[in-house]
């Protein structure tokens, strides 16, 4: 259908909804709905688009004055991404007490829907892997960024077929930690794992189950990324923070932290800048906090005074 340049350019708010203007192609009659103005005779398109002027938001009271929106947004954590039906107890939208008999058919309706909510075994096994990745997060006070995208994982997991073999709660805690290592957050394996419900070997195994066949865009973790929690945890000032993260990344571009254990590296980086500074903290205390040894911590930090 072709488009009239002729036609008069006015607002499509001025455009009426109904046929009192002419065709000015065939002079036949025009008519207007919600999306374009268009001639029933030859179809000619005289407008289009037209500008909704009514409030973005919706409102459920009667005068109209309360802005709330459909529902809330979609969110990953929740197998049926957020969408599913909740229903009330004892009260009903406007918050006056149910009848009874009321609240009784409720809860048969409760049950029925709570048996219905899974369609299939995969998504009962998907519901409980979402709630095992959301409570390792808050276990860890990780943010809500690091639980979308651990559940992401956990999606991409159960569509690869990964789950052969593994549990859903290693699958889950190694989401967690695939998360965590993607966006370079400084939670070690063994962290992970004491708050997992399976021992340390069947996370490390789901992660690199993920990490081999998702293509994860992980990077080795450096000893920088490990001084601001220990810094945090131990109280330190921050010229001493400031100290070690220099100390972190010289010993980086060094080498030093090949084929060690980062935290380890950290560690000794976070001593040598108490020491410089005059803060009493002593190898045990941050062998506690790195949950390394304090001999670690005393050789990490043997190393770095000999590349001053």
């Given at each position: 259908?072709?488009?009239?340049?002729?036609?008069?350019?006015?607002?499509?708010?001025?455009?009426?909804?109904?046929?009192?203007?002419?065709?000015?192609?065939?002079?036949?009659?025009?008519?207007?709905?919600?999306?374009?103005?268009?001639?029933?005779?030859?179809?000619?398109?005289?407008?289009?688009?037209?500008?909704?002027?009514?409030?973005?938001?919706?409102?459920?009271?009667?005068?109209?004055?309360?802005?709330?929106?459909?529902?809330?947004?979609?969110?990953?954590?929740?197998?049926?991404?957020?969408?599913?039906?909740?229903?009330?107890?004892?009260?009903?939208?406007?918050?006056?007490?149910?009848?009874?008999?009321?609240?009784?058919?409720?809860?048969?309706?409760?049950?029925?829907?709570?048996?219905?909510?899974?369609?299939?075994?995969?998504?009962?096994?998907?519901?409980?892997?979402?709630?095992?990745?959301?409570?390792?997060?808050?276990?860890?006070?990780?943010?809500?960024?690091?639980?979308?995208?651990?559940?992401?994982?956990?999606?991409?997991?159960?569509s690869e077929d990964l789950f052969h073999g593994r549990s859903i709660e290693a699958m889950a805690a190694g989401s967690v930690y695939a998360a965590?290592?993607?966006?370079?957050?400084?939670w070690t394996l063994d962290e992970v794992s004491a708050v997992a419900r399976v021992n340390k070997e069947r996370v490390e195994n789901a992660y690199?189950?993920?990490?081999?066949?998702?293509?994860?865009?992980?990077?080795?973790?450096?000893?920088?990324?490990?001084?601001?929690?220990?810094?945090?945890?131990?109280?330190?000032?921050?010229?001493?923070?400031?100290?070690?993260?220099?100390?972190?990344?010289?010993?980086?571009?060094?080498?030093?932290?090949?084929?060690?254990?980062?935290?380890?590296?950290?560690?000794?980086?976070?001593?040598?800048?108490?020491?410089?500074?005059?803060?009493?903290?002593?190898?045990?205390?941050?062998?506690?906090?790195?949950?390394?040894?304090?001999?670690?911590?005393?050789?990490?930090?043997?190393?770095?005074?000999?590349?001053?």
């Amino acid at each position: 259908m072709a488009t009239s340049d002729s036609y008069d350019h006015r607002f499509d708010e001025d455009v009426p909804n109904g046929s009192n203007t002419g065709c000015p192609d065939c002079g036949g009659r025009v008519r207007t709905n919600s999306i374009e103005t268009v001639c029933e005779d030859c179809g000619l398109v005289l407008h289009e688009e037209p500008i909704d002027h009514g409030p973005e938001w919706r409102s459920f009271e009667d005068d109209r004055t309360n802005p709330e929106r459909t529902g809330a947004p979609l969110t990953p954590t929740r197998h049926d991404r957020g969408i599913s039906t909740e229903i009330g107890r004892k009260t009903d939208g406007k918050g006056n007490d149910l009848s009874g008999s009321k609240r009784r058919q409720l809860g048969r309706f409760r049950r029925e829907h709570s048996r219905a909510r899974f369609r299939s075994k995969s998504e009962r096994n998907l519901a409980h892997g979402l709630s095992e990745v959301s409570r390792i997060v808050s276990a860890l006070d990780a943010s809500d960024v690091i639980d979308d995208q651990a559940c992401d994982l956990f999606r991409s997991a159960q569509s690869e077929d990964l789950f052969h073999g593994r549990s859903i709660e290693a699958m889950a805690a190694g989401s967690v930690y695939a998360a965590c290592r993607c966006n370079r957050l400084p939670w070690t394996l063994d962290e992970v794992s004491a708050v997992a419900r399976v021992n340390k070997e069947r996370v490390e195994n789901a992660y690199r189950a993920l990490n081999r066949e998702l293509g994860l865009p992980t990077v080795p973790p450096s000893p920088q990324q490990y001084v601001p929690r220990l810094a945090s945890e131990l109280g330190v000032s921050q010229e001493v923070r400031q100290v070690a993260e220099r100390l972190a990344k010289k010993a980086e571009n060094h080498r030093l932290a090949n084929g060690r254990n980062p935290v380890g590296v950290a560690a000794g980086c976070l001593y040598e800048a108490t020491q410089r500074r005059s803060e009493c903290v002593t190898q045990c205390e941050l062998g506690a906090c790195a949950d390394v040894s304090p001999n670690t911590v005393r050789d990490r930090w043997r190393e770095l005074k000999q590349i001053e």
